[in-house]
């Protein structure tokens, strides 16, 4: 087990690169930053230089790869880092030097236990992408076929596990410490970022979401997904399809290929619903650099690391809020949040569902150069606090992903109305799901089923696991001793010490700096 020392000079060399950046007086200004947050905040920043305008993206992207994917997550939520944090984040690229080749031919090499020459008959040398996780390099298998070959960077399983280990050490104690840091749950917002990063880097399992994927979207015209080579694919190797395409950010060689930038874009937010609302189950990474427009128009998407699944029941309380807010049925929209258990009950469903118009109001009829999803979703959490409304873990992916959906849509359209966009695929999913012949036809199916076990059984399932409203049961999360727990007894707790030790040594690397000591 990782000593608190180690966690704490983790955070505190973290919390100095944050300083340099001009990013830690987001925390430091926040009224609802703990105490015992704003004394780390000031003893990490201790002799540091910091610009006027903070950079956000800049902070994590010097940090390392774990850091570069937990500020995309953070990106997502405006109430926890803040508006201006969290626009400035949206633009973090997953982008690092490339690994040297022969790290990666050993990579390749070791992992298959054959020579690259005998997988490949050509492979280049020089990569085509180089992102924290992985690199990706052209090549042409020794059956003829152009692929892309993803291959893990060697070390980064321990580098991301060793970062992981504190985030969840410093959630742990964030937490426990009450209040509004409670309410925002750091422990499940670190719980999800832990699993999203486990899957994305086992590369078994993201051709296994590619082929997911590929086989639920295979009736949506214009859409595709590469398909999976998988006799050169295993947990730190993956291979598949090479896309010949546009990147859909290059408006100019979309506009010169004779493509329809407007159909481009309304296409790609039904596929997004189509993914979201139909399947349950979406590629969560759909930034620029991952979708191309290949010569015939189709939308090619690749990288599949992040995935989000969204169970039916939530699925059907999405649908329903997006169609009462293009509708302006607020009132249905706060009853959705009721029964989903997303609000407490001891709030008034009539106060909640104003607060909603005054955020759904200004948004009805305009295009996203006025106003958009994102704008809407940073209102949604400004009330969130209002009426107590926990963070729900498993809709996280789902925004960000709806705040990507929206800025591609809006370079390609910029007179895109995403309302109107989704409002007649939303409606039609609404009739065919939750209409009457669906509603018969589904309790006939539910009805029969329960015939079939024995009721004994089921009362003991239902004493078991009863209903919790909208949002999945919590996974375990792990057991992490906190520092003032272990040291209650102690005279003199030993976090003071460390906090002591910490100004102490920040005050003599100042002095260092100042006496020129450090060169």
């Known amino acids: 087990m990782t000593r608190p020392s180690t966690h704490i000079r983790r955070l505190l060399g973290w919390g100095r690169t944050v300083a ?13 930053t703990p105490a015992q947050v704003r004394t780390l905040c000031r003893i990490a920043r201790f002799g540091t230089r910091q610009p006027e305008v903070p950079d956000y993206a800049g902070a994590f992207r010097a940090i390392g790869p774990a850091a570069i994917k937990l500020g995309q997550t953070l990106a997502t939520r405006p109430d926890l880092v803040g508006e201006e944090a969290a626009r400035n984040l949206l633009s973090l690229q997953d982008s690092l030097p490339a690994v040297d080749f022969a790290l990666i031919r050993r990579e390749i090499e070791s992992t298959f236990e054959r020579p690259l020459e005998s997988l490949y008959a050509e492979f280049d040398p020089v990569p085509v992408g180089a992102a924290s996780v992985a690199q990706v390099h052209r090549a042409v298998t020794t059956d003829g076929r152009h692929v892309a070959v993803k291959v893990l960077r060697p070390g980064v399983r321990e580098k991301f596990a060793r970062d992981i280990d504190t985030y969840e050490w410093a959630a742990a104690h964030l937490e426990a410490l009450g209040g509004e840091a409670s309410r925002l749950r750091p422990r499940m917002v670190i719980a999800n970022f832990k699993r999203w990063t486990v899957r994305e880097l086992d590369l078994r399992r993201e051709a296994a979401s590619a082929s997911e994927l590929a086989e639920a979207m295979h009736a ?18 993956m291979t598949l399809d090479w896309i010949d395409g546009i990147k859909i950010s290059d408006n100019a060689a979309i506009d010169a290929a004779g493509h329809d930038r407007k159909e481009l874009a309304s296409r790609l937010v039904l596929a997004f619903l189509t993914q979201a609302i139909s399947g349950g189950f979406f590629h969560a990474d759909m930034h620029q650099g991952n979708l191309f427009v290949e010569p015939d128009g189709t939308i090619t998407a690749i990288d599949f690391g992040i995935m989000g699944r969204i169970d039916r029941r939530a699925r059907q309380w999405l649908a329903e809020i997006l169609y009462g807010l293009t509708t302006g049925n607020y009132r249905r929209v706060a009853e959705i949040h009721f029964e989903a258990q997303y609000v407490p009950s001891y709030h008034s469903v009539d106060e909640f569902a104003t607060a909603l118009r005054a955020v759904g109001e200004p948004m009805r009829g305009k295009p996203v150069s006025e106003l958009s999803v994102g704008q809407m979703l940073d209102g949604l959490f400004a009330i969130t606090r209002d009426f107590d409304m926990q963070t729900q873990p498993h809709l996280l992916l789902l925004q960000k992903t709806m705040v990507m959906v929206e800025g591609i849509a809006t370079q390609l359209d910029p007179g895109i109305n995403l309302w109107d966009t989704a409002a007649p695929f939303v409606r039609s999913w609404i009739r065919d799901e939750l209409g009457p012949e669906a509603a018969i036809a589904e309790r006939l199916r539910t009805d029969a089923e329960t015939l079939l076990r024995v009721p004994d059984l089921i009362r003991r399932i239902e004493e078991r696991f009863p209903a919790k409203g909208g949002a ?21 707790p030993v976090w003071l010490g460390y906090l002591f030790s910490g100004a102490a040594g920040a005050a003599v690397v100042a002095a260092g700096f100042t006496l020129g000591w450090w060169g």
């Open 20 to 32: 340099r950046h001009g990013a830690l007086r987001l925390l430091e200004e926040s009224p609802n």
């Open 220 to 237: 949506f015209a214009g859409y595709r997904v590469p398909s999976i080579d998988w006799d050169r694919t295993n947990g730190r190797v």
């Open 472 to 492: 999945p049961e919590a996974p375990p999360l792990p057991e992490i001793p906190l520092m003032w727990d272990r040291d209650r007894r102690r005279t003199f």
